[in-house]
């Protein structure tokens, strides 16, 4: 579903963030992805949306290489991705419906959705979707009232509500207490079952990649350090990535 070739990207100081770096993520699978700051995680993610342009190298969404598109093309391409960040990022004045349905924009029109608003179907959809993370009862409530747990799970319903096929997720547990993330990265593991989605996350917590990936992805200065399923993926193997090369 997701495939990732020979991606690389230089900035214009000369310095390069990464280096020939490939990856696959089929339906239904969770991988993870771990490395120490300025690895090159989160610039990862940044190349797949196309928010970086990659200096070269190509990322695959279904049959559709994302790197030859610009415009219109890119952005009707990009619906089929959606992104969770490490924030929420709701309307707090709004209610959680309106949050999730919000993710529904992207398939309509400016002019239609400011002088009609969405189809009241898209009403509905979003409410199947905060009864997919168990959120279905807190539909009127104002999004400023939700503990950090409850609002990363109105983030990924509104996800859910854009219809992708691919789920990045970039930190999604690192303003939550132990509990809430535990909480977010179950959620994560059943939505990629359930729902086939192919969901890459960025991780710090090494217990979580332990706990639900399906397959652990090592980074290190830009480069694939590891590419394992969770079940070889050594202790040691993970504590190098974090360990600096002055040490």
């Known amino acids: ?44 993610l940044r190349c797949i949306t196309r928010t970086l342009k990659p200096s070269a190298g190509e990322v695959w969404l279904g049959a559709t290489n994302l790197c030859t598109l610009e415009g219109e093309k890119l952005r009707r391409a990009r619906l089929e991705l959606a992104m969770v960040w490490q924030q929420a990022s709701l309307i707090r004045r709004s209610s959680v ?95 990629a079952r359930s729902e086939q989605l192919a969901v890459l996350c960025v991780l710090h917590q090494i217990e979580l990649a332990y706990t639900y990936a399906d397959r652990v992805v090592g980074i290190r200065d830009g480069r694939i350090a590891f590419n394992l399923p969770r079940s070889e993926v050594s202790r040691d193997a993970v504590r190098r990535l974090y360990i600096s090369e002055a040490a």
Do not use: W
Request: hydrophobic share 45%; with cysteine; proline share 4%.
């Open 1 to 44: 579903m997701l495939r990732v070739c020979a991606l690389s990207l230089r900035y214009p100081n000369g310095k390069l963030a990464l280096i020939d770096f490939a990856l696959e993520v089929e339906p239904g699978e969770l991988v993870v992805v771990l490395g120490g700051n300025g690895s090159g995680k989160s610039t990862l």
């Open 97 to 191: 419906l309106s949050n999730v349905a919000s993710g529904a924009l992207g398939r309509y029109s400016t002019f239609r959705t400011v002088c009609r608003g969405l189809p009241a179907a898209e009403l509905d959809t979003a409410r199947h979707h905060l009864a997919d993370v168990g959120l279905a009862a807190l539909a009127e409530q104002r999004a400023g009232t939700l503990s950090g747990g409850q609002a990363q799970r109105v983030a990924i319903a509104r996800a859910l509500a854009q219809h992708p096929r691919v789920l990045l997720a970039d930190e999604p547990v690192a303003s939550l207490d132990p509990e809430a993330s535990e909480e977010i990265m179950r959620l994560l593991q059943r939505l």
